[in-house]
């Protein structure tokens, strides 16, 4: 063991040295921990980046966490959405549904049946037409699992087959299900073929979308690497990347490197010291643009002393907005207008803000009784996430000079989501810091999960429970199909009622930076669907 | 006063001794720098806000226009990415690094050392259960228990010491236990008995004493250890929080900017090595000193 811990020593040693020569982009990469970095692709590399037509992409964890198009909602996004496609897509920024799967489609007078007509020609990557049977069989699968982000399709009651292109959906309710259709989650449509007599996803089905990309080889928790499906129905070209990696790189510092070399092809969640650098080099592009993910610090509104509406303003009033967007993120975000992010329909700057204040903060404890500050506060934030340890460490300052305590723990997600969920509420946490991003491109993805009133909290973590907010949201997004301007108005206003209740800090809304390879084209973010790169679109020049 | 001068006077050869390996682990220069190196750790951490020129930035304060700024005469060791002064924090690091060390090794010798004190002492059924149950520790490696202990009491620096006591305390228990079966048999011993003194008076003034040398050594040289395991547990997010300016958790934060800015992982990481590189050099010394065996005159 002793000869262990000597060899431990002079390994960090090394790493410290080794870190010493950086800088220097052509230094040969020497990660911080040896274990993680893709062996096997750098050996490969030589050869393949010869063949314009292979694209790996360095993602910052696992490439998915579940095959089943029905139930992965996390990481799997960026996958399923090259393999499998939904009848429509959503184009936030230029606010328009556009088709996909659905040539067109059109909804009642009264908002309650939808009809799709399903595009002709489309192929399964099995070969299998694609008829609206399959739409059919796709969405009820997706609903009786009930899993993930199934609860999109609440408001349906039945799916009827009118004609093999021609898909009926009656809703028990309004609800914009053409926003519901175009999700980068549970909206896929998917082969029966690859599904089991009990319902099960057979693990690695291969050719069950429609997609331009089908799987060719896994490596779980690791790499997916993909192929092109030669009959899809979008075309294929010389240029198109025919095989993308799907690599899970863990270091920050790898994953520029890969992109430096030209190792990888695109490349996510970088740091933003690295980001400026990187603007310099030519052989790298960097493109920043406008991201759903928004930065919240969730307060504690049923456990003295954030229990007290006066001291969550003060503690909103103490947060040092600008400061923190300008460290954290580099200036890559603005300051929040409210729980919608900017870019989503639903923002408005309308809203008040609130500016970092230390003297109404202290007025604002003096009117709650407690001038002196005196207490201690526990905030909890995701361990590995450097942003929300920054920005912890900053709010910690700000409040010491409020005499108020922070204790800032980094916790595992699940640890810190458990202590959430805790059924002893004095253990609880008092600030609960995350990101959160939509599923459903609409506010009422950022305001319901988040703040409506709930039995046993699952995202509502301030435990926020207010029935003039709820019954707000909730008529709005009824509104959404028939009287978008009012359903719009009706969010803005919900939002206000949250802000004057400081249910929340409401801190940034981020933009995303994405490091490609200085030639690649055809590069559009879209931010309804975080992390996604539609490979399709893309082509080295 | 007489009972006094009797209790100096029985302390005498001990102190003699103590003094004899003093001057032996002194007489070497790589041991004479190494217990100078300590010396002067020591006295950074009980100096620590005196030494530092931004002693507020070990603990709260942040200074965000001067981030990740290289080392200059003003920030001797660079700055960090919210602006803090590395080399007040590195200080700061020390007294922290030291305090957990002891703490986390003191905790282990209590609960190690009374352990293997009993087992070798009483033998028989005693003995068997205790050094099974060391078995059962000692078969996992060493810092997966930490880790999987400090991951269960959640983290913090206090659950890291926590956890590193209670994955470290067997080797103690076994080393005494050793020590202790041998010298149950010796003449003295049995003497005690004799005379009708109670076991466990026999193992803690008779055969405990006889058996701190080897421990001593083991500590010194895990001193080292504790501190190298400490900053891993850190550097995982198990140990310190956030703004504590341990050192594990410094590299562990320097990752993500160490392709710019070279200063913030190379310091921490030179005090984590040089302080584990002397501990080990004294604990090395002090094994050399304390073994008849090795002891030169």
Known sequence: MKKLIHLIVVLLFVAALISACGGKPQEPAQPAEPQKPAEPAQQEKPAEAAKPQFAVYALNSEPLTSWDPAIEFSNGIHLHNNMYEQLVRYEPLEKKVKPLLAESYTVSEDGLTWTFKIRQGVKFQNGDPLTAEDVKYSIDRTMQIGAGASYIWSAVENITVKDPQTVEFKLSYQTPLDLVASTGYAAFIYSKKCVNENNEWIEEAKGCGTGPYMLKSAKWGDEVIVEKFADYWGGWADKHFSTVVFKKVAEPATRRQMIETGEATVAVELPYTDVDIL??????????????????????????????????????????????????IGGYGRQSYGMVPYGLWGWSDKLPQYKTNIDKAKELLAEAGMADGGFKLLLTYTAGNEAEKSAAELYKAELAKLNIELEIRGMPWDSQWELAKSTDLAARQDIFVMYWWPDLPSPYSFLFSTFHSEEEPLFNLAYYS????????DQANQLTATDFAKAES???????????????????????????????????FNPAYPTVVFFHDLYLE | MRWLSDFIKTLQPTIREWR??????????LQRVALIVIALLVLIAIFAPLISPYPSHAISATNPKDKLLPPSSRYLFGTDELGRDLFSRVIFGTRISLQTALIAVGLALLIGVPLGAIAGGLGGAADEIIMRITDIFLSFPPLLLAIAISAFLGPSLQNAMLAIAVSWWPWYTRIIRGQAVSIRERQFVRAARAIGTPTFRIIFSHILPNTMAPVIVQASMDIGGVILTIAALSFLGLGAQPPTPEWGLLISTSRTYFLNAWWYSTFPGIAIFVTVLVFNLIGDGVREVLDPRTRKF
């Open chain 1, 279 to 328: 603007k310099n080099n030519p052989n790298v592009a960097v493109s920043v643009d406008p991201s759903f993910q928004n930065l919240i610090g969730m307060f504690n509104t049923k456990k003295p002393p954030l229990d007290n509406v006066k001291v969550r303003q003060a503690l909103a009033y103490a947060f040092p907005y600008q400061e923190v967007i300008d460290t954290v």
């Open chain 1, 490 to 524: 009706m969010f803005v206003e919900a939002q206000k009622i949250l802000l004057e209740d400081a249910a929340s800090l409401f801190i940034y809304d981020r933009q995303d930076i994405w490091v490609t390879v200085g030639n690649l084209r055809g590069f559009k």
């Open chain 1, 466 to 473: 207010n029935p003039e907010f709820d019954s707000l949201i």
């Open chain 2, 20 to 29: 004899l390996s003093f001057y032996l682990l002194n007489r070497n220069w």
